[in-house]
């Protein structure tokens, strides 16, 4: 999910702030975070309905919202490292 994506699913100030926050910092439980999970899981289940997404996410209140939009970047970000290590790994595979 590029920024645009991330932006107009969370609003542009949400992805800013999930930006510069650190997870450390926030006041959450082990509750709350199962419920994170719960609606990236919803989130991901909507992948093809932004519609239904938007209306996901439009219901959360403003600290959910920014936790999710974390977890979504983070995921992003690991995707992008495990693509980037099956293609390195399959480099070192043709050169051996």
């Known amino acids: 999910m590029i920024e ?3 932006a107009c699913l969370f ?9 510069r926050t650190d997870i450390v910092d926030l006041r959450v439980d082990a509750d709350f975070m199962d419920g994170i999970a719960d609606t ?8 093809d309905n ?13 600290d959910k919202r920014l936790v999710l939009c ?3 970047m983070d995921m992003e970000m690991t995707d992008r490292l495990m693509t980037n290590l099956y293609k390195t790994d399959r480099l070192c595979t043709e050169r051996s």
């Open 40 to 47: 990236a899981g919803q989130l991901l289940e909507a992948k």
């Open 50 to 62: 932004p519609r239904k997404q938007r209306r996901l996410v439009g219901s959360m209140d403003q």
């Open 11 to 19: 609003g542009k100030k949400t992805v800013t702030r999930a930006k």
């Open 4 to 6: 645009s994506e991330l």
């Open 70 to 72: 974390m977890w979504v």
